[in-house]
């Protein structure tokens, strides 16, 4: 194809005319998608090797969730909370069955399930645990991230998400991820919670030593503080299992979830905890309008229902290892490390080499989309409902890439 006769130069230019410049995209304009690749307005395709930060872990278009959508859109959409609807009780007792807990209350973003953890936690520790009032507060991990509200980002130790939005939230400290004696100094008496991702993200898929996070839970435990886990990326079946922490054998108070739990069809987050910890909530106290929709529940219920099958964490797990296995091999050979678990991988790649921008750059011109984070990492996060043959491809390109 001729280079003027592409649509994507003036598509790109034309989105980016009239927004906030919060994002930066690589330049290629999708159409289209279905399983795990998406088409470009030029006819492209492109092997999706991030699945919306893993909002599509089930994939583009997947024929269950599109038809519960499609089913849902022709009867009822919204009446607010103010009502209850036909599609909230087996949403809130089928994910309250798949997380082991009592409850869950729906929200929208992730980061609003985040909030709603911290509201709680709060709650909990004045009513429950009895810390005097204005004196709550929760430890936080260095590296996290938890989404991109006031409150969360004051306590986020990255700049660019931070600065210049003070004044920030009092009430939280931070320590560093993975260090046990550093947790177990900062938790005092007024301690409610320990916020963590059991797996770093967008810090580029640091995985924690091992015994970090039974250590979180059994200090939690002997302190009376709540081990809230945000799974929001890390969770329904990414790393191999349903929960990454189930991976260390370990069960929070708290799970935040998000993302993947709308199917990639609409914004879908939840809280999960036992009723000593969500009970705390009383009406006017919390909510959200669009929270826990007719739509939202019709295809967030299918989500659990796939998940309940087992299929996608066994899927996850096993392909995951194949991942694991090319990208290890590519250490040396422009890659310095690879880190992560089941279908999830942040990369290293070698600073002088390439950054991790102009190495996703060269993979989308090779039919490969994926996103760097912080510097010269790149994070793979394909839908779980790859192939192997598409996971060899993905693999090759990046080799190819590496080799200049
Ligand atoms: C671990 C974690 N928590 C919270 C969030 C925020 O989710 P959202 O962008 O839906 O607000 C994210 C998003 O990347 C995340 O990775």
Not at 92 to 115: F, S, Y
Not at 340 to 358: H, N, Q, T, V
Request: aromatic share 6%; glycine share 10%.
């Amino acid at each position: 194809m001729i280079e003027d006769m592409l649509r994507t130069p003036a598509a790109v230019q034309d989105a980016e005319r009239h927004t906030a410049h919060n994002y930066h995209p690589l330049p290629v304009v999708i159409s289209s998608a279905e399983g795990a690749w998406v088409t470009d307005v030029d006819g492209r395709r492109y092997l999706d090797c991030l699945a919306g930060y893993s909002a599509l872990n089930f994939g583009h278009r997947h024929p269950t969730l599109i038809a519960a959508a499609h089913a849902q859109l022709d009867r009822l959409t919204l009446t607010s909370r103010a009502f209850i609807h036909d599609q909230f009780a087996d949403f809130c007792r089928e994910l309250a069955a798949l997380c082991g807990k009592d409850l869950v209350l729906p929200m929208n973003t992730g980061a609003e399930a985040v909030e709603t953890g911290i509201k709680v936690a709060r709650k909990w520790g004045y009513q429950v645990k009895g810390v005097p009032a204005g004196q709550a507060n929760i430890v936080v991990a260095e590296g996290n991230f938890h989404g991109r509200t006031t409150t969360i980002v004051s306590f986020s130790t990255d700049a660019d998400a931070r600065a210049d939005f003070g004044p920030y939230t009092p009430g939280f400290k931070i320590v560093p991820y993975g260090d046990l004696t550093a947790l177990a100094e900062a938790v005092d008496e007024h301690t409610v919670a320990v916020l963590l991702e059991p797996i770093q993200g967008e810090q580029g898929v640091v995985v924690p030593p091992t015994g970090y996070l039974p250590g979180v839970r059994q200090l939690c435990t002997e302190r009376n503080v709540l081990f809230i886990a945000d799974e929001i990326q890390s969770g329904l079946g990414r790393t191999g299992a349903t929960f990454a922490c189930e991976q260390e054998g370990v069960v929070p108070d708290m799970y935040l979830l998000g993302k993947a739990l709308g199917g990639g069809i609409v914004p879908v987050s939840a809280v999960a905890a036992d009723a000593d910890v969500l009970g705390v909530l009383r009406p006017g106290q919390h909510g959200s309008t669009f929270g826990g929709n007719p739509l939202a529940c019709a295809v967030a219920t299918e989500v659990v229902r796939l998940l309940a099958t087992g299929e996608f964490q066994r899927r996850s797990a096993e392909l995951g290892e194949r991942l694991h296995a090319g990208l290890h091999a590519l250490i040396g050979k422009g890659l310095v490390a690879v880190r992560g678990r089941g279908l999830w991988a942040g990369l290293d790649i070698d600073p002088a080499l390439m950054s991790g921008r102009e190495a996703c750059e060269r993979l989308m011109e090779r039919g490969v989309l994926a996103k760097d984070t912080h510097g010269s990492t790149i994070r793979l996060a394909p839908p779980l409902t790859i192939t192997a043959e598409e996971i060899d491809h993905a693999v090759e390109q990046l080799a190819a890439v590496l080799a200049g």
